[in-house]
Structure formats: structure tokens, C-alpha cells
């Protein structure tokens, strides 16, 4: 069966460096666009970033850009979240979900993983 | 950036029908997804592309999609319906996913 499994998360200070890893089976991995979505202690979704199946094509949500960097190794079955100059405001539930194109629904999440900036 | 807009909350009884909504400038343009998420846990697809059920969905969740608002509709509603729902879709001019601000339902 599908599953997505992220890990990495933890407690950083503010303006530290987090990498998040979603490592992916049961499925087509390089196949599959992937996002990165998080969500706030007691609030809603946030799309964070999406990647293309091949890599080639990735966007970031303005909170992020020029500080997150999303990645992905087809051949390991892994996405990765790059996450530098961390703010207060970056703590949440980061999950990881699969679509089949950039238009199409998030068909699969992972369990999340909690990422809490404080110093 | 585009914008889509639920209400926060909506009541309704069991056995009853709930309406979600989710407002949007000409979202009946686009393909509107939902998803279900219960406390603790991942969101959970419920409808995609406006009105299809992946497998395994209940025939009591449907949804619509028409002009400036998409709806999501639970028939004969349960105890287990109880969660938080975010609409979401792809605006294509600014290149970024959008949800909802999300709709608790409450069963009352």
C-alpha cells in the first residue's frame, strides 16, 4: 500500500537550519509531482512547495521562497525540504503528499512531522 | 493571489444533509478537490476534480462546482463525519496550490 513517511523534524532557534525527508513506497515514486504542506499548532493548510515528477519544475509559496529548497531522489524514493533562516512563524505540521499532476488533488499525505522554532 | 473563502463552522444534525462551501472569483473555472482531516490525523482525500469520490468514499459525499462557489455535500450525515474540510485548488496564474481556510462540521 501507499505510504508516506516523514522524518526530521524537531526543535531549531530561530535563523537555524532543519532538512525534512519524505521517504516514499508502494507506488511509482518518479512518476508522481510531490508537495510539501504544513499546518500551524491549531490552524489551517498551508501549501509550502511542489516539485515535478522529474525535478525540472518547482514553485515555492511566497512565505518560503529564498529560504526553503525542496529536492527529490527518484532513485531513493525520497523528497526533501531544505529549511534555513527559520522563523517562529515556520513552526507546524509539515506534511508530504503526492498528486499525479500539478492541477490534480493530493491523493496520498504522510503523518506529518512537527517542526517547532523557539528559542 | 487567488482566494477561497468557507465559512467556519456548520452544524447540522445526523441524518441530515451538510453543505460546505467554497467561495472563489470564477472558481467553476478550475478543478476543486476536498479533503476531510480529524483531529491528530492527516488530511484524507473525500472528492476530487469537483465531484469524483476515490475509492473507498462514501456515495454520501459529493460535490459541485458552478461560477464562483464549489460545494461539498454530505448526505445522511454521521457521528464519524465530525472533522474539519478544506477545499483546494491550483491557480495556474500564480503558480501556487490555495486551500480554504477549512469548515469544522459539527453533528450535533
Known amino acids: 500500500q501507499v505510504q508516506l513517511v516523514e522524518s526530521g523534524g524537531g526543535l531549531v532557534k530561530p535563523g537555524g537550519s532543519l532538512r525534512l525527508s519524505c521517504a516514499a513506497s508502494g507506488f511509482t515514486f518518479s512518476d508522481y509531482y510531490m508537495s510539501w504542506i504544513r499546518q500551524a499548532p491549531g490552524k489551517g493548510l498551508e501549501w509550502v512547495s511542489y516539485?515535478?515528477?522529474?525535478?525540472?519544475?518547482?514553485y515555492y509559496a511566497d512565505s518560503v521562497k529564498g529560504r526553503f529548497t525542496i529536492s527529490r531522489d527518484n532513485a531513493k524514493n525520497s523528497l526533501y525540504l531544505q529549511m534555513n533562516s527559520l522563523r517562529a512563524e515556520d513552526t507546524a505540521v509539515y506534511y508530504c503528499a503526492s498528486s499525479r499532476s500539478i492541477a490534480a488533488s493530493f491523493d496520498y499525505w504522510g503523518q506529518g512531522t512537527l517542526v517547532t522554532v523557539s528559542s | 493571489s487567488y482566494v477561497l473563502t468557507q465559512p467556519p463552522s456548520v452544524s447540522v444534525a445526523p441524518g441530515q444533509t451538510a453543505r460546505i462551501t467554497c467561495g472563489g472569483n470564477?472558481?467553476?473555472?478550475?478543478?476543486v478537490h476536498w479533503y476531510q482531516q480529524k483531529p491528530g490525523q492527516a488530511p484524507v482525500l473525500v472528492v476530487y476534480d469537483d465531484s469524483d469520490r476515490p475509492s473507498g468514499i462514501p456515495e454520501r459525499f459529493s460535490g459541485s462546482n458552478s461560477g464562483n462557489t464549489a460545494t461539498l455535500t454530505i448526505s445522511r450525515v454521521e457521528a464519524g463525519d465530525e472533522a474539519d474540510y478544506y477545499c483546494q485548488v491550483w491557480d495556474s496564474s500564480s503558480d501556487h496550490q490555495v486551500f480554504g481556510g477549512g469548515t469544522k462540521l459539527t453533528v450535533l
Open positions: 516539485i515535478s515528477s522529474s525535478g525540472s519544475t518547482i
Open positions: 470564477n472558481i467553476g473555472s478550475k478543478s
